[in-house]
């Protein structure tokens, strides 16, 4: 029904599409210092002060994005849910302090224009998105809300999280180049099922199909080696749903960065959730799943790792060109792999019977 976003190439859901599209990079020299010495490259929102990051930096991004969602004016009245992903690491010291900062200030802003919705923070990372998602989805289903407000945010302009980036020798600094360019931002979805936007006269321009959630055993910092079957299982799912409508996949947009732990996963995972089937019976249910002129983009390359905002982020991105008419897709997949155990895929159309 409504979108927002913003990030260091955009202040908004248009914004953050268009600089997308122009393949525009917002790289800049941080003030942070890379393990070797020298300052770390980072995609970060220059309008910022210099002195805010953390939860400071996460609320004046999300408080944007809310800003953004006009149509929250026409369900204001109504029952509602906000979820919100955020990083893995806020469920730890020393950041979960970050985490009550930030559910303290969004608990106000809620009890002054949304008084009736509840908000849950869901410290899964990267891919927290899809069980958002489906613990959103079952609300509406189920009748509890009429809407839900569903998203991330994340930052990495932290002098606490540069430390621990640091550590795990996971920060770009301009000679490792298996090493992540930091980013940040936050992005936010409502979604409302279709019978309670006729009441309220809204209508949207995409619409969310599915969404898979899946675990991995061999996580990013586990000494068990990756087989992807966690992001395998959350792609599949999507992907056989496909199938079974006898349609191809066009657009895959994923998260992948230059760590080797990732591209090796994706590189696992692809093939496999691809894979047409029809070989264990004689050809009868054969489809070609990835359409001959199947597209790949990987947000990273232009937003730099937005953290636990990159799958909502590709959300608000598919979306927005969903109704635009660029790329010329119909649907996306959009896929995440979070540092711990989360994956998860999730497929966006512009038209759907049932969607949300």
Same mark, same amino acid.
């Given at each position: 029904?409504?979108?927002?976003?913003?990030?260091?190439?955009?202040?908004?859901?248009?914004?953050?599409?268009?600089?997308?599209?122009?393949?525009?990079?917002?790289?800049?020299?941080?003030?942070?210092?890379?393990?070797?010495?020298?300052?770390?490259?980072?995609?970060?929102?220059?309008?910022?002060?210099?002195?805010?990051?953390?939860?400071?930096?996460?609320?004046?991004?999300?408080?944007?994005?809310?800003?953004?969602?006009?149509?929250?004016?026409?369900?204001?009245?109504?029952?509602?849910?906000?979820?919100?992903?955020?990083?893995?690491?806020?469920?730890?010291?020393?950041?979960?302090?970050?985490? /009550? *900062? +930030?559910?303290?200030?969004?608990?106000?802003? $809620? =009890?002054?224009? !949304?008084?009736? %919705?509840? /908000? *849950? +923070?869901?410290?899964?990372?990267?891919?927290? $998105? =899809?069980?958002? !998602?489906?613990? %959103?989805?079952?609300? +509406?289903?189920?009748?509890?809300?009429?809407?839900?407000?569903?998203?991330?945010?994340?930052?990495?302009?932290?002098?606490?999280?540069?430390?621990?980036?640091?550590?795990?020798?996971?920060?770009?600094?301009?000679?490792?180049?298996?090493?992540?360019?930091?980013?940040?931002?936050?992005?936010?979805?409502?979604?409302?099922?279709?019978?309670?936007?006729?009441?309220?006269?809204?209508?949207?321009?995409?619409?969310?199909?599915?969404?898979?959630?899946?675990?991995?055993?061999?996580?990013?910092?586990?000494?068990?080696?990756?087989?992807?079957?966690?992001?395998?299982?959350?792609?599949?799912?999507?992907?056989?749903?496909?199938?079974?409508?006898?349609?191809?996949?066009?657009?895959?947009?994923?998260?992948?960065?230059?760590?080797?732990?990732?591209?090796?996963?994706?590189?696992?995972?692809?093939?496999?959730?691809?894979?047409?089937?029809?070989?264990?019976?004689?050809?009868?249910?054969?489809?070609?799943?990835?359409?001959?002129?199947?597209?790949?983009?990987?947000?990273?390359?232009?937003?730099?790792?937005?953290?636990?905002?990159?799958?909502?982020?590709?959300?608000?991105?598919?979306?927005?060109?969903?109704?635009?008419?660029?790329?010329?897709?119909?649907?996306?997949?959009?896929?995440?792999?979070?540092?711990?155990?989360?994956?998860?895929?999730?497929?966006?159309?512009?038209?759907?019977?049932?969607?949300?």
């Amino acid at each position: 029904m409504g979108s927002g976003a913003t990030n260091a190439l955009g202040f908004n859901a248009e914004q953050t599409w268009a600089f997308w599209r122009a393949e525009t990079t917002p790289w800049t020299e941080g003030p942070f210092h890379a393990a070797n010495g020298v300052k770390a490259p980072m995609a970060i929102d220059r309008t910022l002060p210099t002195r805010c990051f953390g939860a400071e930096r996460m609320w004046v991004m999300l408080r944007r994005c809310l800003d953004e969602l006009s149509v929250l004016a026409s369900l204001q009245s109504r029952r509602g849910a906000l979820m919100l992903g955020v990083a893995e690491r806020l469920s730890s010291r020393p950041f979960t302090a970050q985490r /009550a *900062r +930030l559910e303290s200030v969004l608990g106000g802003w $809620l =009890a002054a224009y !949304l008084p009736s %919705a509840t /908000a *849950r +923070l869901l410290p899964l990372g990267h891919a927290s $998105l =899809a069980p958002a !998602l489906l613990q %959103a989805g079952q609300l +509406l289903d189920e009748r509890l809300v009429d809407f839900a407000i569903v998203g991330a945010v994340d930052t990495y302009y932290d002098p606490a999280t540069i430390q621990l980036l640091n550590r795990q020798r996971r920060l770009f600094d301009t000679i490792e180049f298996d090493t992540l360019l930091a980013g940040e931002g936050a992005a936010l979805l409502v979604l409302c099922l279709p019978s309670v936007a006729e009441q309220v006269g809204l209508t949207g321009h995409s619409a969310l199909e599915m969404v898979a959630e899946a675990e991995e055993p061999a996580t990013m910092f586990s000494d068990l080696p990756c087989a992807a079957s966690g992001l395998s299982q959350a792609m599949r799912a999507v992907t056989q749903a496909m199938k079974a409508d006898q349609r191809q996949l066009e657009w895959v947009l994923g998260d992948c960065t230059n760590e080797v732990y990732r591209t090796h996963e994706f590189g696992l995972a692809f093939p496999r959730a691809i894979a047409p089937g029809g070989l264990d019976t004689a050809g009868r249910d054969f489809f070609p799943i990835a359409a001959d002129d199947l597209e790949f983009d990987f947000l990273p390359e232009c937003f730099g790792d937005l953290g636990a905002a990159t799958m909502a982020t590709g959300a608000v991105v598919a979306s927005e060109s969903m109704r635009r008419g660029h790329p010329s897709t119909s649907h996306c997949m959009i896929i995440s792999s979070s540092e711990g155990p989360t994956r998860g895929a999730a497929l966006i159309s512009r038209t759907s019977e049932g969607g949300r």
